[in-house]
């Protein structure tokens, strides 16, 4: 019996410590999450983004709002001026699916 019990206190440690790993993951890729959506909420309100998905979706827009863990993207068909047009199309995206967000003239 006592083998057994030393066998069954081992087996329970380490699925613990792997509980433990699993939850740090999640509260990494969480952490890194809040820092992308507080980078994207330091873009101003009229300035042209480009943005690109996981599945190789882009759209050039203004960033309408961030939120917990979603992104509101209003699509503009030219650079100047657009902080006054009307927006074509408004998509929000899961901040999770989006790869690459660029403010750069060589977009």
Do not use: K, N
């Not at 006592?2 to 990494?28: N, P, Y």
């Not at 961030?66 to 509101?72: H, I």
């Amino acid at each position: 019996m006592d083998e057994f019990d030393a066998i069954t206190a081992d087996l329970r440690a380490q699925e613990r410590g792997e509980q433990v790993e699993h939850a740090r993951q999640i509260l990494a890729a969480a952490d890194a999450i809040r820092d992308f959506s507080a980078a994207l909420r330091r873009i101003g309100p009229a300035e042209v983004v480009l943005v690109a998905t996981t599945d190789g979706w882009c759209t050039r827009g203004r960033i309408v709002r961030v939120g917990a863990d979603w992104l509101r993207v209003a699509e503009v068909r030219d650079e100047t001026g657009t902080a006054r047009v009307a927006p074509g199309r408004v998509h929000e995206l899961r901040l999770e699916a989006v790869v690459r967000v660029s403010r750069g003239r060589d977009r």
